[in-house]
Nanobody, 126 residues
Framework: QLRLVESGGGLVQPGGSLTLSCAAS????????IGWFRQAPGKEREGVAY????????KYADSVKGRVTISRDNAKNTVYIQMSSLEPEDTAVYYC???????????????????WGKGTQITVSS
């Protein structure tokens, strides 16, 4: 089955930037739409960004709009999320998830995704 591995997390100061990667193995990513989610301690998992199978459609949560860019390189079997102007409120474990659904609806509903990575921690602190 599809395996997803996130990387690129770490400790960053407020106002800083990070790029996370979501690398896939076992299967090509071409057939999957990808969502990035995050979960802070004591909070529910929430959607951050979404990219369609072709990369032609992207969607962002209001909380990160303007600060986040999602992209994909199907040749490298990898999806990226570039985050800037990071705030302490962005501290969370970030997950990527994949689904085969071709209709770009319910993109921020975790239950609509089949495959999940184990996550990477982002901590925004001075």
């Amino acid at each position: 089955q599809l395996r997803l591995v996130e990387s690129g997390g770490g400790l960053v100061q407020p106002g800083g930037s990070l790029t996370l990667s979501c690398a896939a193995s076992e299967f090509t990513l071409d057939y999957y739409a990808i969502g990035w989610f995050r979960q802070a301690p004591g909070k529910e998992r929430e959607g951050v960004a979404y990219i369609s199978r072709s990369g032609g459609i992207t969607k962002y949560a209001d909380s990160v709009k303007g600060r986040v860019t999602i992209s994909r390189d199907n040749a490298k079997n990898t999806v990226y999320i570039q985050m800037s102007s990071l705030e302490p409120e962005d501290t969370a474990v970030y997950y990527c998830a994949a689904r085969e659904r071709t209709i770009n609806d319910y993109v921020f509903s975790p239950s609509r995704y089949v495959f999940w990575g184990k996550g990477t921690q982002i901590t925004v602190s001075s």
